[in-house]
């Protein structure tokens, strides 16, 4: 067994919260590059120029990349030697959330009651918690703050089988193309098909977690994020709706097996405030 | 071109789907819960804690300030939250109204009626765009926090107007440009 310190992990998770409001991917950067070289609209241009011009502003470590810093979203993989002193793995992440987005100035985005008084917590907790337990004797803390805006554009469909492919492809663009500008595009589509409805949406949102321009490794994903993004993009909203050639900058897919009866389909729409940091400890 | 506040009935004509504008002055910030309030105010008969007559207002909610600054970072947030509410001020004499994203038709059809333009402002350069804000102050429902009705001095305020007075729809022009079969 190996042992991890709970108060360290409350600093990693603080010091996560702050980062990753701060510095956005080179993968993500390199992305909305990209998009700017070939984008042939003006308007869209403009858009993703100012969308640079942020992301060297925001890594001076002054300004938040967004003010909405999001919810704390934390993927934990939990090494199955490893053994957790000084206090639990999930009040010391809370307690890490709420230091780094207090110290930070992060805004705090959480409301306890969600359909009558909705008061804001003020630290930003609770975090949304995802753990898988692996091999090993290593503890991975990953935080993707997510903006509430182009979480709301998320959706799931409950398809019939008979639906196929092709049902699959209709259902997450016309997810998108309703969406229009509302997700802040360029975006990033999160797309989780098969298991059950719970495990889709959640496949959709962990699929974010692969760094842009990596390859899927399965061939007939692969195959269908191909044709999702041209699709995606050739319904023209662009860079903040106001028309062009990005409207996303890539569809990330995972999958897995479902019942004879079902075929759900998951969608989890990011903005290109694409923020996520990553610790091992 | 530049814009300066207040708005009028004339100064609203001017302007067209499309167009990239900077404002300059006074500008109200107000999202879901100040707009909740304010509507419940007008309810109740009660007059609202600024007078919004002639008036634009952003959808926004900055991050924390930090001493020294202005405010934190200040980037728009979606509109259409915001639908429910929007018709009720435009009605008391609102001209503008700063966001990202779609609007509901019954809010396209009062800015028709009522002579009043939605900007956009970039949806994510939050940093950016608080370069440009040179003076904050809370006016009303503090407690809200990040939701309070704020009163902002802007300097060449970067927006672009995507519904306009006569019906002009930024967004339905831009995707009918660049939609491909």
């Known amino acids: 067994m190996r042992e991890i310190q709970a108060n360290q992990i409350s600093e990693t998770v603080a010091r996560l919260a702050i980062e990753a409001n701060h510095f956005l991917g080179d993968d993500v950067v390199a992305a909305l590059q990209q998009a700017r070289a070939t984008e042939e609209s003006p308007a869209a241009r403009d858009v993703l120029d100012q969308l640079l011009k942020n992301v060297e502003i925001a890594k001076q470590g002054t300004f938040p990349l967004c003010q909405d810093t999001g919810v704390a979203v934390i993927v934990v993989e939990l090494g199955q030697e490893v053994h957790i002193v000084g206090g639990n793995l999930n009040d010391a992440i809370h307690a890490g959330v709420k230091k780094g987005y207090t110290d930070g100035y992060l805004r705090k985005s959480m409301v306890a009651q969600p359909f009558s008084d909705r008061k804001n917590t003020k630290d930003n907790t609770p975090a949304m918690i995802h753990t898988d337990v692996v091999p090993g004797d290593k503890l991975k803390i990953t935080i993707m703050p997510k903006g509430g805006g182009c979480e709301n554009m998320s959706a799931l469909a409950m398809l019939t089988p008979s639906a196929g492919r092709k049902g699959v492809i209709d259902f997450i663009v016309n997810t998108i193309d309703k969406a229009g500008s509302n997700p802040c595009p360029p975006t990033i589509v999160g797309v989780g098909v098969g298991g059950s409805s719970d495990q889709a949406m959640w496949l959709a949102k962990k699929s974010l977690l692969r760094p842009l321009g990596s390859p899927n490794p399965d061939s007939e994903n692969a195959a269908l994020e191909k044709e999702l993004l041209e699709k995606i993009n050739n319904l023209g909203i662009g860079p903040m709706g106001l028309g062009g050639r990005t409207t996303s900058l890539a569809v990330h897919v995972l999958t897995t097996p479902c019942h004879i009866a079902s075929m759900p389909v998951g969608v989890n729409v990011q903005c290109h405030s694409a923020r996520y940091k990553e610790a091992v400890l | ?181």
């Not at chain 2, 700063?98 to 809010?107: E, W, Y």
């Not at chain 2, 002579?115 to 804000?133: D, E, H």
């Open chain 2, 1 to 181: 071109m530049k814009l300066t506040t207040p708005l009028t009935d004339a100064s609203v004509q001017n302007l067209h789907a499309g167009d990239t504008v900077e404002i300059t002055g006074t500008i109200y910030v107000g999202r879901d819960a100040a707009h909740k309030k304010m509507v419940e105010a007008l309810d109740r008969g009660e007059k609202l804690p600024v007078d919004l007559n002639g008036q634009i207002i952003y959808y926004m909610g900055p991050s924390p300030t930090k001493p020294g600054q202005v405010i934190g970072s200040a980037g728009p947030t979606t509109s259409g939250r915001m639908d429910a509410y929007a018709p009720r001020l435009m009605e008391i004499g609102l001209k503008g109204m700063i966001g990202k994203g779609l609007r509901a038709a019954p809010v396209k059809d009062a800015m028709k009626k009522y002579k009043a333009v939605y900007f956009a402002a970039t949806g994510g350069a939050a940093a950016l765009i608080s370069q440009r804000i040179k003076k904050a102050q809370v006016m009303a429902y503090e407690d809200l926090g990040a939701e309070a009705l704020q009163k902002l001095e802007v300097e060449d305020f970067p927006v672009i107007v995507v519904n306009d007075v006569f019906g002009g729809d930024a967004y339905e022009d831009g995707k009918k440009k660049y939609a491909k079969k």
